[in-house]
T-cell receptor, first 112, second 113 residues
């Protein structure tokens, strides 16, 4: 399994960039890195994914190190609505219906 | 309008009752999923469907059944509800080409008394 390690929590100031790290040192060559978030009691929300190149979309940027052993999700201008638990996933179970397995995640609190 | 909708959003039912949770999507995705979420246990897959004629059990299918009425509709039934089925239920969809890019509904909070 390509397990992930994320800090359990972090605070961020509103309007500032939030940088969320994720370690995945056992990732295999064909595994993508996915990021999701879950705002309290809402459905998980897909954010972004990547293989080895940096990726950017309207929500965030994903920076993957050259050795692919870690990545950083960047929320460029955090807002209060970005308060959520953020999950980094590299373990996807192809034998079980594309099941997503969320680890502990990082609880991000955006403060005014 | 939301791309993935679930009804009802909240439901309280009694032990032994049959209940159906419904999911509709407008994303045009082929794949649909039902998950449940319990505190401290993360998401667990109940059933998944890769198209209308392809339905598969997930890791915790006992006590549940599903129906894929159309590409856009996927219903979950609890044949005889029991208290340990009290949970938050999510429907999700994904495209054939990006199966792990899943889009979730808002959830149904089910309480079985």
């Amino acid at each position: 399994d390509a397990k992930t390690t994320q800090p359990p929590s972090m605070d961020c100031a509103e309007g500032r960039a939030a940088n969320l790290p994720c370690n995945h040192s056992t990732i295999s060559g064909n595994e993508y890195v996915y990021w999701y978030r879950q705002i309290h009691s809402q459905g998980p929300q897909y954010i972004i994914h990547g293989l080895k190149n940096n990726e950017t979309n309207e929500m965030a940027s994903l920076i993957i190190t050259e050795d692919r052993k870690s990545s950083t999700l960047i929320l460029p201008h955090a807002t209060l609505r970005d308060t959520a638990v953020y999950y980094c996933i590299v373990r996807v179970d192809k034998a079980a219906g594309n099941k997503l397995t969320f680890g502990g995640g990082t609880r991000v609190l955006v403060k005014p | 309008d939301a791309d993935v909708t679930q009804t009802p959003r909240n439901r309280i039912t009694k032990t032994g009752k049959r209940i159906m949770l419904e999911c509709s999507q407008t994303k045009g995705h082929d794949r649909m999923y039902w998950y449940r979420q319990d505190p401290g246990l993360g998401l667990r897959l109940i059933y998944y469907s890769f198209d209308v004629k392809d339905i598969n059990k997930g890791e915790i299918s006992d006590g549940y059944s599903v129906s894929r009425q159309a590409q856009a509709k996927f219903s979950l039934s609890l044949e005889s509800a029991i208290p340990n089925q009290t949970a938050l239920y999510f429907c999700a969809t994904s495209d054939l080409g990006s199966p792990y890019e899943q889009y979730f509904g808002p959830g149904t909070r089910l309480t079985v008394t």
